[in-house]
């Protein structure tokens, strides 16, 4: 009783969907009377198993593809921020060139 007395009283409006403050009180209250259910190991790794059996894996081709493209990628950003800090040092070389 208590904590509902902490929170002020909400205005209603027309939507049916209750205020943020209300769902999570609303929740919290229905998770402390909820019963729990046991933990049952067994059941836990089949329910892995189904879950394993839906993965699909990528093939050898497509793994090599993307293996590829990656490390070009990389190439690439490596180049493009090479040449774009050249540009900058330059540009900062000459500026202080001018001051001094």
């Not at 205020?19 to 009180?25: D, G, I, K, N, V």
């Not at 497509?62 to 921020?81: N, P, Q, R």
């Amino acid at each position: 009783m208590a904590k509902e007395q902490a929170y002020p009283p909400v205005a209603r409006s027309r939507s049916r969907t209750p205020a943020p403050r209300q769902t999570a009180a609303v929740s919290a209250r229905a998770e402390e009377h909820a019963p729990k259910k046991r933990f049952n190991p067994a059941q836990f790794f089949r329910e892995v198993n189904v879950e394993r059996k839906k993965i699909t894996w990528p093939s050898w081709r497509e793994t090599w593809i993307t293996t590829l493209m990656v490390f070009l990628m990389v190439v690439v950003m490596a180049v493009f921020f090479f040449v774009v800090d050249l540009v900058l040092s330059l540009g900062v070389t000459q500026i202080l060139k001018l001051g001094g």
